[in-house]
């Protein structure tokens, strides 16, 4: 006579699982990173500055270094917001220098954003590392729109491993977090030293609150310093947000817009503005992407297509909101509005003349995505034209999107 035993083997809880308690491998799935070995990414990080403040970026050293003097702020902040997919993982990472607390300073790190008005400073939402220097305390916080859900200073936490009374906070560091979401669910906070991950304290959400923890679990990367008299700076080196697991491109939504009216662009050699489409204002959070354009001359003209992130148009535009996704659209006329300074430029293509042919434009994945703002604005991706053979050249065309609320 055989048996069959229980032999279940359970991990303990470690960094070497994850939020929702699966064994960690490597094969996470990137969705958002900065880092400051070329420039300060203008295209990707939005910031902002107030007061006596400066925000200075040092090939060198790789890093964007935030100085404060008596008053005033610098912020920077991401365009995108990280995509949180429901039942994954999320895992986020950020590394930086001269976090020592500092007199009337205060210095934020993490995954988080605020009211879109000066002085920033309100309605947090999401999580972050502090240095205060107005009450002395470094903590990991929890933000629910303006709530503060969760805050634990250095005197709680405990690794078992690392005192954190150690903690040199004048030398580079790496903050580590990674939450289960579903509007409930743990966060983890700590830092890696040495090549280990070890996390200093937890918010258990399930079955001890009555609310999500956060609003939006779809947040930008944002560094920030503050003064309220005295004077100090923090280093931004480099971050990335990850999913513990693949994105199911399957649980994307598509959406087409098309420009059905026929379109004469008036004179030949001049760029004009054709279909153009942003995030509505009232959802910033969605993640979104260009898949492709479509354009027939129906008037069989050469033409030069672009696609652009952010051109300058000369006349202002009118935005009309895409029922049931969280875009806005616009259609240039042909006529009086031109591209007067080109965007960043994401695709191109020539079409060539020929009766009812068809140009299509695919573009591949790329991190220049709409976004929005630290005050609120939002980014514009535009599909230009540009006759290169006759006045009065006639066009019909459509873009097809996909997105992730």
């Known amino acids: ?33 900065v880092k400051h070995n070329l420039d300060k990414n203008p295209l990707i990080v939005d910031e902002v500055t107030g007061g006596t403040c400066s925000s200075i970026f040092n090939e060198e050293f790789a890093r964007v270094r935030m100085s404060a003097g008596t008053s005033g702020y610098v912020i920077r902040q991401t365009k995108k917001h990280a995509t949180y997919q429901p039942g994954k993982s999320q895992l986020f990472e950020a590394s930086f220098s001269n976090f020592q607390i500092e007199t009337d300073i ?63 906070w004048s030398k580079t560091q790496l903050m580590v977090s990674d939450y ?30 009555v609310d999500v923890y956060m609003s939006s679990p779809n947040q930008p990367i944002r560094y920030e310093i503050r003064s309220s008299g005295g004077t100090g700076y923090f280093d931004m ?34 760029k004009y503005p054709f279909i153009g489409y942003r995030l509505s ?38 935005w009309y909101d895409l029922p049931n996704t969280p875009f806005q659209y616009s259609f240039g006329t042909g006529g009086t509005e031109t591209v007067t300074s080109s965007g960043f430029i ?29 005050n609120g604005t939002v980014d514009e991706m535009w599909v230009c034209l540009q006759s290169t053979s006759n006045n009065n050249a006639k066009f019909r065309g459509l873009i097809n999107l996909r997105y992730y609320p």
């Open 1 to 33: 006579m055989s048996y069959i035993y229980n032999n279940k083997i359970a991990y303990s809880d470690s960094p070497n699982i994850d939020a929702f308690g699966r064994l960690r491998v490597s094969t996470i799935t990137s969705i958002l990173d």
């Open 346 to 374: 994401v695709g191109a293509k020539v079409g060539k003349a020929a009766s009812a042919t068809q140009t299509e434009l695919d573009i591949q994945d790329s991190i220049i995505e709409v976004g929005a703002n630290i």
């Open 180 to 209: 289960q979401w579903l509007g409930v669910g743990r966060v983890r906070f700590g830092l890696s030293l040495s090549g280990g991950t070890y996390y200093f304290t937890e918010h258990n959400n399930t079955n001890e609150d």
């Open 237 to 270: 080196l480099c971050s990335q947000v990850s999913t513990e697991g693949p994105l199911n491109q399957g649980l994307y939504y598509t959406v087409t817009i098309p420009y059905t009216a026929e379109t004469t662009l008036a004179t030949s050699g001049v």
């Open 281 to 318: 204002p009232n959802f910033p959070h969605a993640s979104s992407k260009i898949d492709t354009a479509s354009i027939i001359s129906t008037s069989n003209d050469d033409h030069f297509i672009t696609i652009e992130f952010n051109p300058t148009i000369s006349i202002g535009r009118t």
């Open 106 to 168: 205060i210095k934020r790190v993490g995954l988080f954003e605020s009211t879109t008005a000066a002085t920033y400073n309100s309605e947090f939402d999401g999580l972050f590392l502090e240095s205060n220097g107005v009450t002395n305390q470094i903590s990991f916080q929890l933000w629910r729109t303006g709530t503060l859900v969760y805050s634990s200073d250095t005197l709680s936490w405990d690794s078992g491993e690392i005192d954190p009374s150690t903690l040199d």
